[in-house]
Protein backbone atom coordinates (compact mmCIF):
# COMPACT_ATOMS: atom_id res chain seq x y z
CA UNK A 1 0.00 0.00 0.00
CA UNK A 2 1.20 3.57 -0.32
CA UNK A 3 1.83 5.23 2.45
CA UNK A 4 -1.97 6.11 3.60
CA UNK A 5 -2.69 4.90 7.04
CA UNK A 6 -4.23 1.12 7.48
CA UNK A 7 -7.85 1.34 8.98
CA UNK A 8 -9.44 -1.93 10.56
CA UNK A 9 -12.53 -2.47 12.93
CA UNK A 10 -12.40 -5.79 14.51
CA UNK A 11 -15.73 -6.20 16.84
CA UNK A 12 -16.89 -9.60 18.99
CA UNK A 13 -19.46 -11.35 17.55
CA UNK A 14 -19.64 -14.14 20.03
CA UNK A 15 -16.77 -15.58 22.62
CA UNK A 16 -13.66 -15.40 20.30
CA UNK A 17 -15.61 -15.12 17.02
CA UNK A 18 -14.84 -11.92 15.55
CA UNK A 19 -15.71 -10.11 12.65
CA UNK A 20 -13.02 -8.00 10.88
CA UNK A 21 -14.00 -5.03 8.61
CA UNK A 22 -11.89 -3.10 5.74
CA UNK A 23 -12.74 -1.27 2.66
CA UNK A 24 -15.74 -2.25 2.82
CA UNK A 25 -14.81 -5.79 3.24
CA UNK A 26 -15.88 -8.28 6.11
CA UNK A 27 -14.48 -11.39 7.19
CA UNK A 28 -14.24 -13.34 10.54
CA UNK A 29 -11.29 -14.78 12.80
CA UNK A 30 -12.08 -17.00 15.90
CA UNK A 31 -10.06 -19.82 17.39
CA UNK A 32 -10.23 -23.21 16.67
CA UNK A 33 -12.72 -25.34 18.74
CA UNK A 34 -9.86 -26.87 20.74
CA UNK A 35 -8.88 -23.78 22.04
CA UNK A 36 -12.07 -22.61 22.93
CA UNK A 37 -13.56 -20.96 20.04
CA UNK A 38 -15.99 -22.24 16.85
CA UNK A 39 -13.84 -22.28 14.55
CA UNK A 40 -15.40 -19.62 11.91
CA UNK A 41 -12.19 -18.26 10.52
CA UNK A 42 -8.31 -18.52 10.88
CA UNK A 43 -7.10 -17.41 13.94
CA UNK A 44 -5.47 -14.22 14.31
CA UNK A 45 -2.02 -16.30 13.92
CA UNK A 46 -2.80 -17.79 11.02
CA UNK A 47 -4.14 -14.56 9.67
CA UNK A 48 -0.90 -13.09 10.40
CA UNK A 49 1.19 -15.97 8.84
CA UNK A 50 -1.28 -15.23 5.78
CA UNK A 51 -0.35 -11.61 5.52
CA UNK A 52 2.90 -12.31 5.28
CA UNK A 53 2.69 -15.14 2.78
CA UNK A 54 0.02 -13.00 0.69
CA UNK A 55 2.22 -10.08 0.87
CA UNK A 56 5.81 -11.61 -0.48
CA UNK A 57 3.85 -13.61 -3.35
CA UNK A 58 2.25 -9.99 -4.56
CA UNK A 59 5.30 -8.56 -4.26
CA UNK A 60 7.44 -11.09 -6.06
CA UNK A 61 4.65 -11.11 -8.58
CA UNK A 62 4.72 -7.28 -9.03
CA UNK A 63 8.29 -7.51 -9.37
CA UNK A 64 8.29 -10.29 -12.27
CA UNK A 65 5.65 -8.48 -13.94
CA UNK A 66 7.41 -5.51 -14.33
CA UNK A 67 10.36 -7.20 -15.54
CA UNK A 68 8.36 -9.27 -17.92
CA UNK A 69 9.72 -12.79 -16.37
CA UNK A 70 7.64 -15.45 -16.49
CA UNK A 71 6.45 -15.72 -12.98
CA UNK A 72 3.59 -17.57 -12.99
CA UNK A 73 2.50 -18.32 -9.52
CA UNK A 74 3.65 -18.11 -6.30
CA UNK A 75 2.79 -20.84 -3.61
CA UNK A 76 4.07 -20.36 0.06
CA UNK A 77 4.13 -22.82 3.20
CA UNK A 78 4.84 -21.12 6.31
CA UNK A 79 4.85 -22.56 10.00
CA UNK A 80 5.60 -20.52 12.76
CA UNK A 81 7.03 -22.16 15.85
CA UNK A 82 8.17 -20.06 19.22
CA UNK A 83 10.18 -17.20 17.45
CA UNK A 84 10.56 -18.35 14.30
CA UNK A 85 8.42 -18.27 11.09
CA UNK A 86 9.81 -20.91 8.31
CA UNK A 87 8.74 -20.16 4.78
CA UNK A 88 8.77 -22.82 2.06
CA UNK A 89 8.02 -20.84 -1.28
CA UNK A 90 7.52 -22.51 -4.65
CA UNK A 91 7.84 -20.10 -7.77
CA UNK A 92 5.82 -21.79 -10.80
CA UNK A 93 7.15 -20.47 -14.44
CA UNK A 94 9.79 -21.15 -16.77
CA UNK A 95 12.17 -19.01 -14.84
CA UNK A 96 16.01 -18.97 -14.45
CA UNK A 97 18.12 -19.80 -11.65
CA UNK A 98 18.89 -16.19 -11.37
CA UNK A 99 15.64 -14.90 -11.70
CA UNK A 100 14.23 -17.73 -9.22
CA UNK A 101 16.66 -16.19 -6.76
CA UNK A 102 16.29 -12.02 -7.11
CA UNK A 103 12.72 -13.18 -6.68
CA UNK A 104 13.22 -14.79 -3.37
CA UNK A 105 15.44 -11.81 -2.23
CA UNK A 106 12.75 -9.75 -3.53
CA UNK A 107 10.06 -11.18 -1.66
CA UNK A 108 12.16 -11.07 1.67
CA UNK A 109 11.50 -7.43 1.60
CA UNK A 110 8.01 -7.07 1.28
CA UNK A 111 5.75 -4.90 3.10
CA UNK A 112 5.00 -7.36 5.50
CA UNK A 113 8.27 -9.16 6.47
CA UNK A 114 9.82 -5.52 6.59
CA UNK A 115 7.21 -4.57 9.27
CA UNK A 116 7.81 -7.68 11.35
CA UNK A 117 11.33 -7.49 10.77
CA UNK A 118 11.60 -4.16 12.17
CA UNK A 119 9.54 -4.64 14.89
CA UNK A 120 6.33 -1.47 14.99
CA UNK A 121 5.46 0.22 18.35
CA UNK A 122 1.71 -0.80 19.17
CA UNK A 123 0.11 2.31 20.99
CA UNK A 124 -3.59 1.95 23.09
CA UNK A 125 -5.68 4.94 22.55
CA UNK A 126 -8.32 4.90 25.38
Given at each position: M???????????????????????RTFEADEPSTAGGTDHGPAPEEMLLGALGSSMAITML???GRKRWPLEAVELDLRQ??????????????????????LLHVGDHCP?????????RVETLA
Open positions: SGEPILVNVRTVDGFHHEIRFRGVYASGETIQKLIRLRGDLDSDQRSRVQRMLSRGL
